[in-house]
């Protein structure tokens, strides 16, 4: 049995397409970005920063976060939810 990989993950919210999108450096310092709309990509920093965190008064986007937190929290996974990332930092 492994051990689990923990990832630092900051959640922001994208008004334009109303969801909820999950940010993380991968170990090759390239700055991920996750929904579950479009799965994983590949994200600009400054588009990080452009978007706001989520509402946590906000049923929809909290409705949004747990889909993701509770996709990504299994077995061999768990995620650190960061107010902000540090840049361009892999923990794992």
Do not use: G
Request: aromatic fraction near 16%; charged fraction near 30%; include cysteine.
């Amino acid at each position: 049995m492994s051990e689990k990989i923990t990832i630092e993950v900051s959640f922001r919210y994208d008004p334009k397409w109303d969801r909820v999108e999950m940010f993380y450096y991968d170990e090759h310092l390239q700055l991920v970005l996750f929904t579950m709309e479009e799965s994983h990509s590949v994200a600009s920093y400054d588009y990080y920063l452009s978007l706001k965190p989520i509402d946590t008064k906000n049923q929809s986007q909290m409705e949004k976060y747990q889909k993701i937190a509770d996709y990504y929290n299994d077995d061999d996974t768990q995620i650190r939810v960061m107010k902000r990332l540090k840049y361009r930092t892999c923990i794992y």
